[in-house]
T-cell receptor, first 112, second 114 residues
Framework: DAGITQSPRYKITETGRQVTLMCHQT?????MFWYRQDLGHGLRLIYY???????DKGEVPDGYVVSRSKTENFPLTLESATRSQTSVYFC???????????FGPGTRLTVT | DQQVKQNSPSLSVQEGRISILNCDYT??????FLWYKKYPAEGPTFLIS?????DKNEDGRFTVFLNKSAKHLSLHIVPSQPGDSAVYFC?????????????FGAGTQVVVTP
């Protein structure tokens, strides 16, 4: 199926563990983004990328690492998970010509 | 400091009536605005947008109004339908930002009652 997918959809992990959330898009969009959604805060930008190997920090990058070796994939890694990283994570992408971003279905992460 | 604010966390409206969602922004550099709709357990979906060169944009039952002097935009849904029950996010962008980053508001939960 074309579009943007995220895996896993649900994840429970323990404090201190490393976790990687996957994002894959089939549109060949150059730009990709990671957000977290928390009550009262809406969607906050964690990291973004303009192309393979070009990434930058967003509003809330601490504790997260990204990589982008291929245009279609943009994994987000929590190096040592903390309870404050319990959230719903959304990946998004956009093409070059438009501002609109298209979102994946999200990953609900719980850190115990 | 939130640059995009949706001050109403929730809105209840009867089916067939108008829903009005409001959004305020503080950064005068924002010049492109978007509304997203989100159902539970799904990602946000793009609904409608407006450039700062316009003050109104319509798409079917959805109309967005922009008041630049007041740094305010609103989304009107007429008539409201049960399927419109969702969380609506307002977002803002600067077209000078080549990355196209979006700044989101906290969202408004809309419930359409029969």
């Amino acid at each position: 199926d074309a579009g943007i997918t995220q895996s896993p959809r649900y994840k429970i992990t323990e404090t201190g563990r490393q976790v990687t959330l996957m994002c894959h898009q089939t549109w060949s969009h150059s730009y990709m983004f990671w957000y977290r959604q928390d009550l009262g805060h809406g969607l906050r930008l964690i990291y973004y990328s303009a192309a393979a190997d070009i990434t930058d920090k967003g509003e809330v990058p601490d504790g997260y690492v990204v990589s982008r070796s291929k245009t279609e994939n943009f994994p987000l890694t929590l190096e040592s998970a903390t309870r404050s990283q319990t959230s719903v994570y959304f990946c998004a992408s956009r093409g070059t010509l438009y501002v609109e971003q298209y979102f994946g279905p999200g990953t609900r992460l719980t850190v115990t | 400091d939130q640059q995009v604010k949706q001050n109403s966390p929730s809105l209840s409206v009867q089916e067939g009536r108008i829903s009005i969602l409001n959004c305020d922004y503080t950064n005068s550099m924002f010049d492109y605005f978007l509304w997203y709709k989100k159902y539970p357990a799904e990602g946000p979906t793009f609904l409608i947008s407006i450039s700062s060169i316009k003050d109104k944009n319509e798409d079917g039952r959805f109309t967005v109004f922009l008041n630049k002097s007041a740094k305010h935009l609103s989304l009107h849904i007429v008539p409201s339908q049960p399927g419109d029950s969702a969380v609506y996010f307002c977002a803002a962008s600067m077209t000078t930002d080549s990355w196209g980053k979006l700044q989101f508001g906290a969202g408004t939960q809309v419930v359409v009652t029969p």
